[in-house]
Protein backbone atom coordinates (compact mmCIF):
# COMPACT_ATOMS: atom_id res chain seq x y z
CA UNK A 1 0.00 0.00 0.00
CA UNK A 2 1.41 3.27 -0.73
CA UNK A 3 1.38 5.90 1.47
CA UNK A 4 1.34 9.45 1.07
CA UNK A 5 1.07 11.50 4.73
CA UNK A 6 0.86 14.93 5.19
CA UNK A 7 -0.27 17.11 8.38
CA UNK A 8 -3.35 18.50 7.72
CA UNK A 9 -3.39 21.39 9.27
CA UNK A 10 -4.53 24.40 9.57
CA UNK A 11 -0.65 25.83 8.60
CA UNK A 12 -1.79 29.33 9.95
CA UNK A 13 1.26 32.16 8.50
CA UNK A 14 1.48 35.71 8.69
CA UNK A 15 1.27 37.84 5.20
CA UNK A 16 5.00 38.09 3.92
CA UNK A 17 6.09 34.95 6.09
CA UNK A 18 7.83 31.94 4.57
CA UNK A 19 5.49 28.98 4.31
CA UNK A 20 6.68 25.30 5.09
CA UNK A 21 4.58 22.18 3.90
CA UNK A 22 6.14 19.15 4.42
CA UNK A 23 4.86 15.28 2.89
CA UNK A 24 7.02 11.52 3.49
CA UNK A 25 5.97 8.93 1.14
CA UNK A 26 6.36 5.41 1.63
CA UNK A 27 7.01 3.97 -1.45
CA UNK A 28 10.84 4.23 -2.18
CA UNK A 29 10.20 3.57 -5.71
CA UNK A 30 8.88 6.82 -6.53
CA UNK A 31 10.55 8.88 -8.61
CA UNK A 32 8.05 12.13 -9.33
CA UNK A 33 6.46 14.29 -7.04
CA UNK A 34 3.82 16.75 -7.08
CA UNK A 35 2.59 20.00 -5.37
CA UNK A 36 -1.13 21.07 -6.06
CA UNK A 37 -2.89 23.46 -5.01
CA UNK A 38 -7.04 23.35 -3.82
CA UNK A 39 -8.87 26.42 -3.47
CA UNK A 40 -12.04 25.66 -1.14
CA UNK A 41 -14.83 24.06 -3.78
CA UNK A 42 -12.46 24.18 -6.45
CA UNK A 43 -10.41 21.35 -8.49
CA UNK A 44 -6.27 20.92 -7.64
CA UNK A 45 -4.39 22.65 -9.75
CA UNK A 46 -0.72 21.35 -10.28
CA UNK A 47 2.07 24.10 -9.12
CA UNK A 48 5.16 22.11 -8.99
CA UNK A 49 6.79 19.09 -10.11
CA UNK A 50 10.02 17.65 -8.72
CA UNK A 51 11.49 14.56 -9.97
CA UNK A 52 15.43 15.27 -8.56
CA UNK A 53 16.90 15.46 -5.44
CA UNK A 54 17.43 19.05 -4.15
CA UNK A 55 15.63 22.35 -4.92
CA UNK A 56 13.37 23.63 -7.40
CA UNK A 57 12.22 27.28 -7.45
CA UNK A 58 9.71 28.95 -10.02
CA UNK A 59 8.76 32.02 -8.56
CA UNK A 60 7.47 32.12 -4.77
CA UNK A 61 7.84 28.57 -4.61
CA UNK A 62 10.52 25.76 -3.86
CA UNK A 63 9.93 22.19 -3.78
CA UNK A 64 12.48 20.43 -1.75
CA UNK A 65 12.88 16.92 -2.61
CA UNK A 66 15.03 14.52 -0.47
CA UNK A 67 14.50 10.74 -1.52
CA UNK A 68 16.79 8.87 1.14
CA UNK A 69 14.90 10.18 3.65
CA UNK A 70 11.14 10.01 1.35
CA UNK A 71 10.47 13.54 2.27
CA UNK A 72 9.01 16.49 0.26
CA UNK A 73 8.45 20.07 0.86
CA UNK A 74 6.93 23.07 -0.34
CA UNK A 75 8.08 26.57 0.76
CA UNK A 76 6.05 29.49 -0.50
CA UNK A 77 8.33 32.63 0.10
CA UNK A 78 6.14 36.01 1.01
CA UNK A 79 2.71 34.67 1.59
CA UNK A 80 -0.15 35.97 0.11
CA UNK A 81 -3.82 35.90 1.80
CA UNK A 82 -4.53 34.62 -1.63
CA UNK A 83 -2.20 31.43 -1.41
CA UNK A 84 -4.58 30.51 1.66
CA UNK A 85 -5.83 26.49 0.27
CA UNK A 86 -5.51 22.89 0.58
CA UNK A 87 -1.71 21.53 -1.12
CA UNK A 88 -1.93 18.68 -2.00
CA UNK A 89 1.69 16.19 -2.35
CA UNK A 90 1.20 13.49 -4.83
CA UNK A 91 4.03 11.16 -5.45
CA UNK A 92 4.04 8.48 -9.00
CA UNK A 93 6.42 5.13 -8.99
CA UNK A 94 8.88 4.83 -11.59
CA UNK A 95 7.11 4.05 -15.01
CA UNK A 96 3.30 4.37 -13.74
CA UNK A 97 2.90 8.29 -13.76
CA UNK A 98 0.23 7.58 -11.70
CA UNK A 99 -0.13 9.40 -8.59
CA UNK A 100 -0.93 9.10 -5.24
CA UNK A 101 -2.19 11.93 -3.08
CA UNK A 102 -1.89 12.75 0.51
CA UNK A 103 -4.68 14.42 2.47
CA UNK A 104 -3.53 17.94 1.79
CA UNK A 105 -2.40 20.40 4.45
CA UNK A 106 -5.23 23.53 4.83
CA UNK A 107 -2.79 26.55 4.70
CA UNK A 108 -3.74 30.20 6.25
CA UNK A 109 -2.15 33.23 5.34
CA UNK A 110 -3.61 36.00 7.85
CA UNK A 111 -3.13 40.07 7.43
CA UNK B 1 -9.34 23.97 -24.77
CA UNK B 2 -12.57 24.23 -22.60
CA UNK B 3 -10.49 21.66 -19.97
CA UNK B 4 -11.76 18.43 -18.55
CA UNK B 5 -16.19 19.14 -18.09
CA UNK B 6 -17.61 17.26 -16.07
CA UNK B 7 -21.41 17.07 -15.38
CA UNK B 8 -23.40 17.44 -13.18
CA UNK B 9 -21.62 20.17 -10.83
CA UNK B 10 -24.10 18.89 -8.07
CA UNK B 11 -26.78 16.33 -7.39
CA UNK B 12 -29.05 15.37 -4.93
CA UNK B 13 -30.64 12.07 -4.49
CA UNK B 14 -32.26 9.73 -2.76
CA UNK B 15 -30.83 6.39 -1.21
CA UNK B 16 -31.10 3.33 -3.54
CA UNK B 17 -31.44 5.51 -6.78
CA UNK B 18 -29.12 5.32 -9.60
CA UNK B 19 -26.60 8.01 -10.05
CA UNK B 20 -24.68 8.27 -13.36
CA UNK B 21 -21.77 10.95 -13.53
CA UNK B 22 -20.32 12.14 -16.51
CA UNK B 23 -17.08 13.78 -18.09
CA UNK B 24 -15.16 15.20 -21.07
CA UNK B 25 -11.58 14.61 -21.04
CA UNK B 26 -8.90 16.82 -22.74
CA UNK B 27 -8.46 16.43 -26.43
CA UNK B 28 -5.76 14.70 -27.24
CA UNK B 29 -5.31 13.42 -23.42
CA UNK B 30 -4.74 9.69 -23.71
CA UNK B 31 -5.66 8.82 -19.59
CA UNK B 32 -8.64 9.69 -18.07
CA UNK B 33 -8.45 9.11 -14.08
CA UNK B 34 -12.14 9.36 -11.60
CA UNK B 35 -10.83 10.28 -7.96
CA UNK B 36 -13.37 10.76 -4.86
CA UNK B 37 -12.42 13.13 -2.67
CA UNK B 38 -14.22 13.24 1.14
CA UNK B 39 -13.19 15.04 4.65
CA UNK B 40 -12.35 11.81 6.19
CA UNK B 41 -10.02 9.95 3.17
CA UNK B 42 -8.72 12.75 0.81
CA UNK B 43 -8.72 12.00 -2.90
CA UNK B 44 -8.83 8.13 -3.74
CA UNK B 45 -8.04 6.92 -7.01
CA UNK B 46 -11.11 5.08 -7.92
CA UNK B 47 -10.04 3.94 -11.54
CA UNK B 48 -8.51 4.94 -14.48
CA UNK B 49 -8.61 4.08 -18.54
CA UNK B 50 -5.73 4.72 -20.98
CA UNK B 51 -6.90 5.01 -24.83
CA UNK B 52 -10.20 4.10 -23.41
CA UNK B 53 -8.99 0.65 -21.93
CA UNK B 54 -9.80 0.32 -18.44
CA UNK B 55 -6.01 -0.41 -16.55
CA UNK B 56 -7.01 -0.33 -12.79
CA UNK B 57 -10.13 -0.22 -11.14
CA UNK B 58 -8.94 -1.68 -7.89
CA UNK B 59 -9.55 1.68 -6.03
CA UNK B 60 -13.39 1.14 -6.69
CA UNK B 61 -15.05 0.58 -3.64
CA UNK B 62 -17.36 -2.08 -4.55
CA UNK B 63 -19.47 -3.70 -7.25
CA UNK B 64 -22.27 -0.51 -6.91
CA UNK B 65 -19.44 1.43 -8.83
CA UNK B 66 -19.02 1.11 -12.42
CA UNK B 67 -17.39 2.89 -15.05
CA UNK B 68 -17.09 3.19 -18.74
CA UNK B 69 -14.99 5.02 -21.36
CA UNK B 70 -17.12 4.34 -25.05
CA UNK B 71 -14.54 6.38 -27.07
CA UNK B 72 -12.19 9.53 -26.41
CA UNK B 73 -14.18 12.05 -25.68
CA UNK B 74 -16.48 10.72 -22.82
CA UNK B 75 -16.71 8.58 -19.89
CA UNK B 76 -18.93 7.87 -17.41
CA UNK B 77 -18.89 6.69 -13.60
CA UNK B 78 -22.41 5.54 -12.06
CA UNK B 79 -23.26 4.50 -9.03
CA UNK B 80 -25.75 1.67 -8.37
CA UNK B 81 -27.88 1.69 -5.55
CA UNK B 82 -26.56 5.02 -4.23
CA UNK B 83 -26.07 4.91 -0.58
CA UNK B 84 -25.62 7.68 2.02
CA UNK B 85 -21.74 6.79 2.31
CA UNK B 86 -21.01 7.76 -1.12
CA UNK B 87 -21.91 11.09 -0.44
CA UNK B 88 -18.26 13.14 -1.77
CA UNK B 89 -17.08 15.32 -4.43
CA UNK B 90 -16.80 13.14 -7.56
CA UNK B 91 -13.33 14.39 -9.58
CA UNK B 92 -12.61 13.55 -13.72
CA UNK B 93 -8.78 13.81 -14.59
CA UNK B 94 -7.30 13.65 -17.84
CA UNK B 95 -3.43 13.69 -18.78
CA UNK B 96 -1.24 13.25 -21.70
CA UNK B 97 1.54 10.68 -20.31
CA UNK B 98 4.32 11.68 -22.59
CA UNK B 99 8.08 11.69 -21.05
CA UNK B 100 7.85 14.84 -19.54
CA UNK B 101 3.96 15.91 -19.09
CA UNK B 102 2.63 14.25 -15.98
CA UNK B 103 0.50 16.95 -15.27
CA UNK B 104 -3.13 15.87 -14.27
CA UNK B 105 -5.78 18.64 -15.64
CA UNK B 106 -8.75 18.13 -13.59
CA UNK B 107 -12.48 18.88 -14.08
CA UNK B 108 -14.90 21.05 -11.26
CA UNK B 109 -16.06 18.06 -9.69
CA UNK B 110 -19.63 16.79 -9.42
CA UNK B 111 -21.28 17.15 -5.60
CA UNK B 112 -23.02 14.63 -4.47
CA UNK B 113 -25.82 14.52 -1.86
CA UNK B 114 -27.18 10.76 -1.09
CA UNK B 115 -29.81 11.30 1.40
Known amino acids: QKEVEQNSGPLSVPEGAIASLNCTYS??????FFWYRQYSGKSPELIMSIYSNGDKEDGRFTAQLNKASQYVSLLIRDSQPSDSATYLCAVASGGSYIPTFGRGTSLIVHP | DAGVIQSPRHEVTEMGQEVTLRCKPISGHDYLFWYRQTMMRGLELLIY????????DSGMPEDRFSAKMPNASFSTLKIQPSEPRDSAVYFC?????????????FGSGTQLSVL
Open chain 2, 49 to 56: FNNNVPID
Open chain 2, 93 to 105: ASSWQGATNEKLF
Open chain 1, 27 to 32: DRGSQS
